[in-house]
């Protein structure tokens, strides 16, 4: 039966989460740092259009398993645009965008990179939802911007490939503000699961030009590699994506991005423990300003201003 109850949300202002938002955080971040890892894996058997869709039919299908359990909640013609900005950009885009960006950088260079996200959601904030751009937005923007150049310096040097890395997840970086930004204001009606469901599903419909490419290289590819599809179907899109949802309902999106500062230190751990891989000390020096940069242009928020 159709019903457009509203979802019980915490006031924006709420300053201490519930445990089961930070659980739901806590299995976000894990979750989305291993995706880090496993994209980085798999990424000499599937190509980035063909993961993306591989991962994205897989995420549908458990999802699918989840929605038609629910009630279902009919989305306005405006949260429809909304919904097929969100699914275009945050699971089409950045997923091909990600994993191209993997294919010549280490999974914790790309998650430092990607991780200025943040900045541009309250860039978008700012300027798409009228909540201004106040001055440590903008001195927080340029030091995080000095050191994805870092990076960029420290990881391209003279390879044109790695500097096409840096570009691709700049561009992941991107689709996922846009995608956050579009997704925030359908959560006020919508479960976090319909909301990641109906995503999903679009994304999966824009990555179907790739499906020639999936049935080859599932072909051809090991056990292990198609392992890793499944996982990055099941976990960081179906099962983190949805937690992510889950908490972005009840907190502020500004908020919720700052808690995804954890994902690159997890990201550098695990492809280590992986594939033995450690960015080089000025990507980490790199990295430690992007975050200095997004912390700056918190400042506002946390000192109340």
Known sequence: ?????????????????????????????????????????????????????????????????????????????????????????????????LNTAELTL?????????????????FGAGLVLGEGLPKWLLIGAVVAFAGVLLIGIATGGATLGNISGVLWCLAAALSYAVGVLAQKPTLRRMSSVQVTWLGCVIGLVACLPFAGDLLRDVQSSTPLSILGVVYLGAVPTALAFTTWGYALSRMPAGRLGVSTYIVPPLAIGMGFLAFGEVPTLVAVLGGAICLVGVALSRRRVRAGV
């Open 106 to 122: 280490d999974a914790g260079t790309t998650a430092m990179i990607v991780n200025v996200a943040p900045i541009l959601i309250a």
């Open 1 to 97: 039966m159709t019903t457009t109850t509203p979802l019980t949300v915490s006031p924006p202002g709420e300053s201490t989460p519930s445990p089961r938002v930070l659980a739901a955080i806590a299995v976000t971040i894990v979750a989305w740092a291993s995706a880090f890892i496993v994209i980085r894996g798999v990424g000499h058997d599937f190509s980035p259009g063909s993961l993306a869709l591989g991962r994205l039919l897989v995420g549908a299908a458990c999802l699918t398993l989840v929605v038609v359990r629910q009630p279902w909640v009919a989305p306005t013609r405006r949260e429809w645009l909304l919904i097929v900005l969100f699914g275009i950009t945050w699971f089409g885009v950045y997923n091909v965008a």
